[in-house]
């Protein structure tokens, strides 16, 4: 039979079901009309030529994209286990929740993980704990060139921008920092009353695009800078210079999003496309970079200014290195993003392959600046994947000062990992600007969320450490981490990484660092 001849006989088939349903009874005309409508379906699907599936399987085929559509909902729901699932597992997620809420963020019976599986790692306890600080130690941020130190939280917001975010996402956000005495990145969409309004303090950040702080042609506006950067909230000024999730390119925000309100943060013209290039306009080399963060330093009127990246060529980190020595200043702050790190949107391939993870981020950048004598004058900050206070520990030991949490934020104020971020379509309204979807998020419920996550992770970091025999941060060291290599054997950080001493590649730099450190130009990012 030839395909004309089937839709035909389909067609035929519901107009004679109507027919005879319209000689039998008024009800019979009800029941036919599915049958009419599926037969209607039925001839669509065989003459349409987009999908091969329906046409060889009319009607029934539409439950393969059905199926399809809800699958990500049954995986998380129905199918995967409590440790495996990505990009944060159940776990993860309970744990976040919990203490977001406030209850008991506790497991019986014993871990469910495999813990002879080869990258499995532990810290070590100690035979003589140590009793919890009585109050949660901060981080002085802010070199020998700032004249305003900022005391930094050992936990805090990391960068997402309001049009990323909902305003709601925002607001609690800000007010739970605020309510915590922690710290908030506005991320690079500029800084707006959401994040200003409940009065927690702030970390501007400042990307390729310039937003908050640009010319109308898109260069980098120094007077619309300063006067931003003087409000009491703004305690610190970050440039962004590569994000984790996709380091390297820049972004585009459609002109349907752009609406009244975010033009005016982001000071673009309503409803048109905005581009944030790849590339920064102020600087070009090693040297101009570092200039231009004394720069920022001074227009602040002297606060606290860094700069955030996803390491990837060493020699060009240990280029940044030698201008800082060559003009005798560094930034205050380096934040080291992991390429495990989220955004709202990026090419999967970029989110999967490029871009060094955090560990190997953050043991790059703290042993090229302890090895260059910097180290001392310059914190470090981790953002990646830190969820736990399990996770802020690892990274403390792995050279940061502190950690910076987005997504688990985002459960704190009710993410369900839905993954539409890029949608408008939030189910929980954290990632929208659809008023109807983001007004289900209250305020107020969430401001305390926020805050008591924040609190909890920080206390149960400080439990950990108490475990280890340690009080303070700075007394973490690379033998108190552990990572297993196969079935049989373990090996501690101290073991398993260089780690340079203060000065080190200034005397007589080591064999596996020499290549990089003698090719490195502060006049040039050569890769």
Known sequence: MTRTALVALILAAGAAAAVAATALSPWWCLAAVPLVLLGLLGAAD?????????????????????????????????????????????????????????????????????????????????????????????????????????????????????????????????????????????????????????????????????????????????AEFADKAAHEHVKCVSLKLSQGAKPGIGGVLPGAKVNAEIAKVRDVPEGRTVISPPYHKVFSTPRELVRFIARMRELSGGKPTGFKLCVGSRRQFLAVCKAMLAEGTAPDFVIVDGGEGGTGAAPLEFADHVGAPLTEGLLTVHNALVGAGLRDRVRIGASGKIATGTDLVKRMVQGADYGN????????????????????????????????????????????????????????????????????????????????????????????????????????????WAADWNAADPDRFTV
């Not at 495996?84 to 008991?104: H, S, W």
């Not at 915590?180 to 707006?192: I, K, P, Q, R």
């Not at 373990?490 to 340079?500: P, T, V």
Request: proline share 9%; charged share 25%; hydrophobic share 35%.
């Open 46 to 222: 065989l003459v349409q030529r987009r999908h091969s599936v329906l046409r060889n399987y009319p009607v029934l085929g539409h439950a393969r994209y059905l199926l399809e559509r809800i699958r990500p909902e049954l995986q998380q729901y129905f199918i995967e286990r409590n440790y495996d699932g990505r990009p944060f597992d159940r776990d993860v997620r309970t744990i976040v929740y919990e203490r977001a809420k406030g209850t008991d963020a506790e497991q019986p019976f014993g871990t469910e993980r495999d813990v002879y599986r080869p990258g499995y790692e532990f810290l070590v306890p100690s035979m003589a704990p140590c009793p919890e600080p009585k109050a949660p130690p901060r981080v002085r941020v802010g070199g020998p060139d700032c004249r305003r130190p900022y005391d930094m939280a050992l936990l805090n917001v990391s960068a997402m921008s309001f049009g990323s975010l909902s305003a709601n996402a925002v607001l609690a956000l800000n007010g739970g920092a605020a309510a915590g005495g922690f710290a908030h990145d506005t991320g690079e969409g500029g800084l707006s009353e959401y994040h200003l309004r409940p009065g927690g303090d702030l970390v501007w950040e400042i990307g390729t695009g310039y937003f908050g702080c640009r010319t109308p042609d898109g260069d980098f506006d120094p």
């Open 405 to 512: 949490a987005a997504r688990a934020m985002m459960f704190a104020v009710g993410c369900i990992q839905a993954q539409r971020c890029h949608t408008n379509t939030c189910p929980t309204g954290v990632t929208t600007q659809d008023p109807r979807r983001a007004r289900a998020l209250d305020v107020p419920d969430k401001t305390a969320r926020v805050q008591r996550y924040q609190e909890a992770t920080v206390a149960g970091a400080l439990q950990i450490m108490a475990a280890m025999g340690v009080t303070d941060p700075a007394e973490l060291r690379p033998h108190m981490l552990r990572r297993r290599i196969d079935p049989f054997t373990e090996r501690s950080y101290e073991e398993l990484y260089e780690w340079l001493g203060p000065g080190q590649l200034l005397a007589e730099p080591p064999a596996s």
